[in-house]
């Protein structure tokens, strides 16, 4: 049971575009900038922000923090993405998720200029990558899975791909990816009748579910790819674990996100490679 | 084997159209315009447009053809979408394709008003409807099959959904509607292994292949919903047949559409449902 090291590859590609802004730096090139927008006092929420801009200052990308308080309103929100939309400074910029229950979700997304969306969270970005356009800017989860993939040359060409967790912000943009790469892909949703046994048809399994101990090894055919997009609390220790199983799994598939250091890390370096996509292709 | 009868139920859509149509006329209010660009000469093509005319004038809805020559250029198309883009008079328009090879698709595509995109084409359209977002105008051909399910009364939710193929017009869409739906969705492709059991783990099977005979007996569950998307020319007959060998699945399915006079019919309903939504969302 091989480990996909993500924390591995994520610091790789943050290394190559740390080299980039090094050098763009050099030529005397703007630098690239990244915006995030934080509403609230959600706790991981600002944990994660936090970790961005950590991030990006080590690379040597801006990264600049909009705080609004619990108590805006949609309209507040929309009116800030609208100024960073004109911007001309800011190459793109992301909404940490989730909003305060009050706020209009979709509305704020949807008023994002597409050639900003480094989050590949509006509406135009999930349909060009469908439509397989080459300046789609895919979500960030999504691509991370597939980059680390690539990294192990992990083939999707011909396999079964079995994704457990239907969102616009995982399953969808991730089946998108991985059609492209013509696997034969199924999507499953909270409704689906006898999960595992729709999950152990997969070659590639990917749980994006949010359920702690919610894969378990009747859920994973021998010798196949296991990925735990999960970022949950475990019920006892309160710590960090994916929803895999580990225990349970044990032996069963060939390959194995760990969590932490899987998928995670693959989202933040993903991020900051939209974040080139959209310095490099957004000069207009 | 309850046959799905597509022709009947749009006929009864039609109707609902006409008759609020006409109300429209005598409440003395403008009525709706559908514009279709056709370019070039192809059989089919002139023959499907002239069939939506002849649909759009039954019902009482204007139905504007623009003709170019098979040599115009992706910009001449792309111009004429523009006008048609900023033109009030126009509620919706349509591009028939398949387009000339030398002509960009994708960029003609992308060049249309998501809010006049009769087709529901653009990425944009395609990504709501992945984003379960009410606004989205969904492609024509997987409203038509919801449509044509609904109105047997069979159910989505939980039920095993198998799609063969992957196109952004009817298998890409078509997943969106099935996954808002709770459906367990599964996409195949011409890479797909073993493609006739993946096919037969389905309660509701969709071909949108385009090959006929290709889907046989051991394609089908027994008691399943099958679902013939497929417009080709028998082998030997040359007359329409779907992707289905009707001889071969005989008595296997409990729900079957008939080529022709299932999906057909209702795509061409469909596309008036959306002009409909068109001209009632789309009063800027």
Redesign the interface.
């Known amino acids: 049971m091989e480990i996909l090291n993500g924390k591995e590859i994520a610091r790789n590609i943050l290394n190559d575009i740390a080299l980039k802004i090094r050098a763009l730096g050099e030529q005397g090139k703007r630098i690239p900038r990244i915006d995030m927008i934080l509403v609230g006092n959600d706790y991981a929420s600002q944990k994660y922000v936090r970790l961005k801009q950590v991030v990006a200052k080590e690379i040597g990308v801006m990264g600049w923090v909009h705080r609004m308080p619990e108590s805006v309103s949609t309209l507040d929100v929309v009116n800030l993405v609208d100024t960073l939309n004109k911007d001309e400074t800011v190459d793109g910029f992301m909404i940490q998720l989730p909003l305060p229950s009050h706020i209009d979700r979709?509305l704020v997304l949807?008023s994002i200029d597409p050639k900003k969306d480094v989050d590949g969270l509006?509406?135009?970005?999930?349909?060009?990558?469908?439509?397989?356009?080459s300046t789609?800017i895919p979500s960030a989860t999504p691509l991370g899975i597939i980059t680390l993939l690539d990294a192990y040359n992990i083939k999707l060409?011909?396999k079964?791909v079995v994704v457990l967790g239907?969102s616009?912000i995982v399953g969808?943009p991730l089946?998108?990816m991985m059609?492209e790469r013509?696997?034969?892909?199924?999507?499953?949703?909270?409704?689906?009748?006898e999960i595992a046994d729709?999950a152990r048809e997969a070659d590639i399994l990917v749980s994006a579910v949010g359920k702690p101990l919610f894969v378990k090894e009747n859920f994973v055919k021998k010798g196949s790819v296991l990925v735990d997009v999960g970022s949950n609390k475990h019920p006892e220790s309160g710590k960090l674990v994916g929803d895999v199983d580990m225990d349970s799994v044990q032996g069963i598939p060939a390959y194995i996100t760990p969590v932490p250091g899987g998928v995670g890390p693959m989202t933040l370096a993903s991020l900051m490679l939209n974040l080139m996509h959209c310095y490099e292709n957004g000069r207009r």
């Open positions: 979709a949807k509006t509406p135009t970005n999930l349909g060009k990558l469908f439509q397989k356009d789609a060409l011909g079964r239907s616009a969808k089946t998108a059609l013509s696997a034969t892909v199924t999507i499953c949703n909270s409704k689906t009748v729709v």
